[in-house]
């Protein structure tokens, strides 16, 4: 996941930023087709790749397995990436409060300090009847 950040914190934006460009175009082509083809068939793309050779006993598992792949394997990938993180690092630590320091660049001392709003009256809230 940090390989995108990670490019442009070594290469530029400029470095990379041709990566961006064709992927955004080719997708955009990708959707307006398959927009098209759903549209001028009334089926999804997947039925309409079981017709390309070598028919569908390659495409529809193959197209499974991407979208198993792009969805499903990063979520538990990150998850248990995270459980191993926890292992050995231990729990986290709970948040230090915010210091007591004044002027405006402490925003969240001065920010907390103020006043808590009204409390709202119960029959401001309530349903009409009648």
Do not use: D, K
């Not at 927009?35 to 495409?59: I, K, N, Q």
């Not at 979208?67 to 459980?83: P, R, T």
């Not at 191993?84 to 230090?96: E, I, K, Q, S």
């Amino acid at each position: 996941m940090a390989a995108g950040p990670l490019s442009v914190g070594q290469y530029g934006f400029v470095g990379v930023g041709w990566v961006i460009l064709v992927s955004a175009l080719l997708q955009t082509f990708y959707n307006v087709e398959c927009s098209r083809y759903v549209l001028a068939t009334g089926e999804t793309p997947v039925v309409g790749w079981g017709r390309v050779p070598p028919g569908w006993m390659l495409w529809v598992p193959l197209s499974v397995l991407i979208v198993i792949f792009a969805f499903i394997a990063g979520g538990w990938a990150a998850s248990a990436g995270q459980g191993v993180y926890a292992l050995v690092h231990g729990a986290p630590r709970p948040p230090t409060p915010p210091s007591r320091a004044s002027g405006p660049s402490a925003c969240s001392c001065w920010c907390s300090s103020s006043p808590p709003p009204p409390a709202a009256s119960a029959a401001r809230w309530s349903w009409p009847t009648g």
